[in-house]
């Protein structure tokens, strides 16, 4: 892919890297940090993906003892 | 053989045993197979679908109607106890829960065959490393056998992190995707119904998309929900209705949509009944 910049009198290639950096930001999906406008439903969103990170931190601290107690029988 | 048929069948159960109380957590008892209730009887489990229930009253009220922005989630979580059996909804509501919950206990579903299939990879990748270690060397003594089988059980419990990090991003995503879809679907029965009631046709309700417009907003979410001047577009709901999803269709032909308009979306639905008004 070619990007062509053009710069204004004055602008350097410092201004041109600014420029790309940030139209990238703007192709970006929304990112993890976005949140939603009403703050419940964040209260909400975060209680559930905790759930499921505490969830898969006790599930792999059971594999990994699994794994330990029963390898090689 | 480093792990055993037997082990790796354990472990598929661990992961059933972690996810069965997540989804009675979140879905409630009438969401659990028969087989399942089998194993949690015992456990008297408590349903949560009112937990779904209250979040569809906060999309109802608006927080200056009935919201304490100082609750916390447990608060929110005694108060749906409270509410279980009590919330008066109609078809359509219900509805709307019901396809919540199915997509939900979809996301749990995908969950846990996603960790069984990325942990039988990686068992099986360890057995057979160690087998072909093994068969070159045949020579070798028990005490170097022993210690090429820790070499690969230690290697096998290291990936256990990875997966664990790949397996939180992928249930982040899949569960923001599905509440973006409650939310905005329990909005448009809520303009639904102020629509009925104040004698307007739903359809021709005004509505907007509220955005967080800083510099990780995504390029579509801007164009099609922003306008020049940073305000909000705004369309008839008939237009977003008739655009249907973006589920499975590629970038290029993504429209303004009621649900999430991509992966990972959190742009909420609106309803404009002063712009309403205003236009007549």
């Given amino acids: 892919m070619k990007v062509k910049i053009t710069l204004e009198p004055g602008q350097t290639l410092t201004d041109a890297e600014e420029i790309l950096e940030k139209a990238s930001k703007l192709k970006k999906e929304c990112s993890d940090t976005e949140r939603y406008h009403d703050e419940p439903l964040n209260e909400f969103h975060d209680y559930v993906c905790s759930r499921n990170k505490s969830i898969l931190d006790n599930l792999m601290e059971e594999i990994e003892a699994e794994l330990k107690t029963n390898a090689h029988k | ?280």
């Fill in chain 2, 1 to 280: 053989m480093l792990i055993s048929k037997a082990s790796m069948d354990r472990i598929d159960q661990l992961v059933e045993d972690a996810y069965l109380m997540l989804a009675l957590n979140l879905l409630g008892y009438s969401m659990i197979s028969s087989e399942q209730r089998e194993r949690i009887d015992e456990l008297r489990p408590i349903t949560r679908t009112a937990l779904w229930l209250l979040l569809y009253r906060i999309i109802r009220l608006r927080p200056e109607e009935g919201y304490h922005r100082t609750d916390t989630i447990q608060n929110l979580l005694d108060e749906a106890e409270r509410l279980s059996g009590n919330l008066i909804v109609n078809d359509t509501h219900i509805h709307t829960l019901e396809h919540g919950l199915q997509a939900m206990n979809e996301v749990i579903e995908n969950t846990k065959a996603d960790i069984k299939k990325r942990l039988r990879a990686k068992i099986l990748e360890a057995n057979r490393s160690l087998r072909q270690e093994l068969a070159v060397q045949r020579m070798r003594s028990l005490d170097q056998k022993r210690k090429q089988e820790q070499k690969e059980l230690t290697a096998l419990i290291a990936a256990l992190a990875g997966i664990k990090e790949v397996i939180q991003t992928n249930f982040d995503s899949a569960f923001t995707s599905v509440l973006t879809d409650y939310i905005n679907d329990a909005t448009m029965d809520r303009i639904t119904a102020q629509s009925v009631i104040s004698g307007r046709n739903p359809e021709d309700a005004v509505v907007f998309k509220t955005v967080k417009n800083d510099g990780n907003l995504c390029q579509w979410c801007r164009k099609f929900y922003v306008d020049a001047d940073g305000e909000p577009v705004l369309f008839s709901l008939k237009q977003l209705q008739a655009n249907g999803t973006n589920d499975g269709k590629p970038k290029s032909q993504w429209k303004p949509v009621v649900g999430k308009t991509h992966p990972k979306c959190r742009c909420q639905l609106r309803h404009a009944p002063a712009v309403e008004r205003f236009l007549g």
